[in-house]
């Protein structure tokens, strides 16, 4: 802020900086450098001890003033010696006056190849978007990255079209972790996701507000729906058997009861779904 951020900065700089974030518990301490600085060849050494002497398994970045240049540079001694590297991602909504009206996802453009997960973040409104809000300015998929929600704890429904949950232990009311049991329990690796943006989907929905994202296996499927109407609905799903591979006299469709999002039942093939406005269900369909 004006004040002069931390007591440190305002004793021994005086004037001519500009204070950045930091965490006055952690006796912290940050200015802003511009984004072309030499100070950067510090950081990156910095990075590169850490790799080689203490073996970080990655770094986690709020918001950075750097460009596509120095995050090559990090992302090159972070995965030094077969080390894994792992670059996280966080970034409040950029879209406001101060920031100039830019979507965080095009301010870092540049530098998601590095990049392995996005956090988009304070004053993201998950509640008041489209699903196309979603998909380009909040989840990563365009560019094959995984993302998780922040503001409010997210919305878990919504969230799970797009492969993201909330991150743990940030908002006690959008626990992630019933979300990861169902996940394991289904076998979540080696699934192919199929989004409700791929016309090919092999699962729909009657209702176009409440699209459908599956995570399919052999024999198997996990089918994540949720709703943008603004009242309760009722929903069928449309099945292609023959794209599923399923066959349908030997179908079930089961939710598993998990806290603070769903409770547990089964549905038959051809049986209505309710869906309250902005939530929906996660559901397991077999033979």
């Avoid at 996802?105 to 530098?111: D, F, P, T, V």
């Amino acid at each position: 802020g004006k004040s002069g951020g931390y007591s440190w900065l305002q004793e021994h700089l005086d004037t001519g900086y500009i204070a950045a974030w930091y965490t006055p518990e952690a006796n912290d301490a940050a200015i802003i450098n511009s984004g072309m600085s030499r100070w950067h060849n510090y950081y990156v050494e910095g990075m590169n001890w850490l790799t080689q002497n203490v073996g970080i398994d990655g770094i986690y970045l709020d918001d950075v003033a750097f460009d596509r240049t120095i995050m090559k540079r990090i992302k090159r001694v972070l995965t030094k010696d077969g080390h894994p590297g792992i670059i996280d991602l966080h970034s409040a909504n950029q879209y406001n006056e101060r920031d100039g009206f830019n979507n965080s996802g095009n301010l870092y453009l540049e530098l998601f190849p590095y990049l392995n997960r996005l956090w988009f973040g304070e004053y993201f409104d998950y509640e008041k978007n489209t699903p196309d809000f979603f998909l380009t300015e909040v989840s990563g998929i365009p560019f094959g990255l995984m993302g998780e929600m922040l503001q409010s704890g997210g919305n878990q429904w919504r969230g799970l079209l797009y492969g993201m949950t909330s991150r743990l232990l940030w908002d006690d009311s959008r626990d992630p972790r019933p979300i990861w049991k169902v996940w394991d329990s289904f076998g979540m690796q080696g699934s192919k996701m199929i989004g409700y943006w791929v016309k090919n989907n092999p699962i729909k929905t009657d209702n176009a507000n409440v699209p459908v994202t599956i995570y399919k296996k052999e024999g198997k499927a996990l089918i994540s729906l949720a709703s943008w109407a603004p009242e309760k609905v009722n929903v069928k799903l449309q099945i292609d058997w023959k794209k599923l591979g399923i066959d349908p006299s030997k179908a079930k469709i089961v939710a598993t009861e998990m806290t603070d999002f769903q409770p547990g039942k089964s549905f038959t093939i051809n049986e209505s779904i309710p869906v309250e406005p902005k939530k929906g269900w996660l559901l397991e369909i077999s033979e």
